[in-house]
């Protein structure tokens, strides 16, 4: 297992903002596996076999005493990136994600059994917060961004305008939620733009959903790879930094 020269600070667990600016540690563990994953693993499947070996550490799985889901910005994410499994743990997740082993480790993903021959971690420094100018983003993974309440409303919105409209609101409530998860106050207000999104049908717990693949811009700063919306955790909704 290869450790980052910031192994010793990300277990300081802070987090400091500046000039409006958030840093917060993070760290960011690829698993190279005995054989290539089968295409249909998703992270899903990922984060229930990480989350079955960290049972007793709700920041893995979201759920307390097994039962009550916690509705916090997940702090451990898990992601599939070009058919390779990632672990993102950031802030109090970064701890935790830097503690683990899973060297030789078997995880039962979409009923094969791999084997974990390679851990890498890389510990970083990361930003969120506002920025004075806009930055553009793509969405890695459908971003679900609609509930049974807006989802009505998407569905009448009789324009495209009306539409792009919507979601830009909502993308600017999801920052929100993420900011104040984390206990960063926005100092001023964000502006969302949608560039360029397309619909996706998806599934979350078997279930049919709709999500959204494309572009956007927005006076934010947001870390590559962190999600944005539902099942962030299940790798939905991921960003990364566009040129």
């Known amino acids: 297992m290869e450790y980052g020269w910031r192994h010793i600070d990300i277990l300081r667990n802070t987090m400091v903002i500046k000039e409006n600016i958030a840093t917060i540690n993070q760290c960011i563990t690829s698993l190279l596996f005995d054989r290539p994953l089968n ?45 390779n499994g990632f672990i993102i743990g950031l802030y109090k997740g970064a701890v935790a994600a830097a503690k683990i082993n899973l060297i030789k480790k078997q995880l039962n993903l979409r009923n094969t059994e791999y084997i974990v021959e390679q851990q890498t971690m890389s510990f970083l420094t990361t930003h969120i917060g506002i920025h004075d100018r806009s930055k553009k983003y793509k969405f890695l993974s459908p971003w679900l961004a609609l509930n049974e309440k807006n989802y009505q409303k998407y569905q009448r919105s009789g324009t495209l305008a009306k539409r ?25 207000p964000i502006e969302a733009k949608i560039i360029n999104l397309k619909e996706v049908p998806t599934k979350l717990k078997g279930i049919p959903m709709l999500g959204f693949l494309g572009t956007f811009s927005v006076n934010f700063k947001i870390p590559n790879y962190w999600g944005i919306g539902k ?8 960003v990364k930094r566009s040129n």
């Open 39 to 83: 295409q249909l693993v998703r992270p899903k499947d990922l984060r229930g076999a990480i989350s079955h070996l960290n049972r007793n550490n709700v920041l893995f799985h979201q759920h307390a005493n097994d039962e009550y889901l916690v509705y916090n910005y997940p702090l451990i994410q898990y992601k599939i990136i070009k058919g």
């Open 231 to 238: 099942s962030v955790s299940r790798g939905f909704g991921t």
């Open 164 to 188: 792009k409209e919507l979601l830009e609101k909502i993308l600017i409530g999801n920052i929100l939620s993420i900011s104040k998860s984390l206990g960063y106050t926005v100092p001023a």
